[in-house]
């Protein structure tokens, strides 16, 4: 109840800030609109603006690739990605193959080398979750009575419910790629891998080798679910 709101006023004071500071034509045109405030406001103070967003951006870096790795864990520990992602290092108690997992895929993210791509990209597909998981929220909310440990108004859900539907639409609408739709394939493919994998419950020979051998490999074991 005080951080949200207080980091909340935070980005608003900040976006104010830049609409007094900057003109349009320099907000249009500037690349780091942070760096061209600092530089007007703060003259020679004005290194500490890209010295802030470097240790923002590694708490923010190092939050989402611990927070994201334990999503997979928890994801493999319920049975709906392979079994060897739900283990941890048997001295160290860390999921250490889920944090391979995670470095892997950011590894081959930043292959094309194009940060703007990438944000945009992994922004549509993240709101297309969480739309998703929103959508899926309020269903259960009006068809299950089912107990709600944490409750907030409805109101705000059917918000972000509406402010998911704009991010993934406005993009499409302003500048359509063909790269949306593999990005929306890409997530649907998630689809059959779960019925095989989880529902049929379908364990090729190899992947059970797989999974023998990097757990060897990596000295992890299954953890025991709901303890840490």
């Known amino acids: ?24 034509n320099e907000l249009l045109s500037s690349d780091a609109m942070a760096v061209s405030w600092g530089n007007q406001v703060l003259g020679d103070w004005a290194w500490l603006v890209p010295l802030a967003v470097t240790l923002s951006t590694l708490g923010s870096t190092n939050g989402t690739f611990f927070g994201g790795s334990r999503v997979c864990y928890v994801a493999a520990r319920e049975g709906h990605m392979p079994q060897l992602l739900s283990m941890v290092h048997v001295h160290r108690l860390t999921p250490t193959p889920a944090l391979m997992f995670t470095a892997a895929v950011a590894l081959v993210l930043v292959i094309p080398g194009n940060f703007s791509t990438i944000v945009n990209f992994l922004s549509f597909l993240g709101w297309i979750t969480y739309g998703t998981t929103i959508s899926c929220l309020l269903y259960l909310r009006m068809k299950k009575n089912l107990p709600r440990p944490y409750k907030v108004p409805t109101v705000i859900p059917v918000i972000m419910l509406l402010a998911s539907l704009y991010l993934v639409l406005a993009p499409i609408i302003d500048h359509p790629q063909i790269e949306f739709l593999y990005i929306f394939l890409f997530l649907l493919s998630g689809i059959p891998v779960y019925f095989l994998l989880v529902h049929f419950q379908c364990q090729p020979k190899w992947l059970q080798m797989a999974t023998m051998y990097l757990q060897l490999l990596l000295e992890v074991a299954p953890a025991i679910k709901n303890v840490d």
């Open 1 to 24: 109840m005080i951080a949200i709101p207080l980091v909340t006023s935070l980005y608003l004071l900040v976006n104010i800030s830049y609409l007094l500071v900057l003109s349009p």
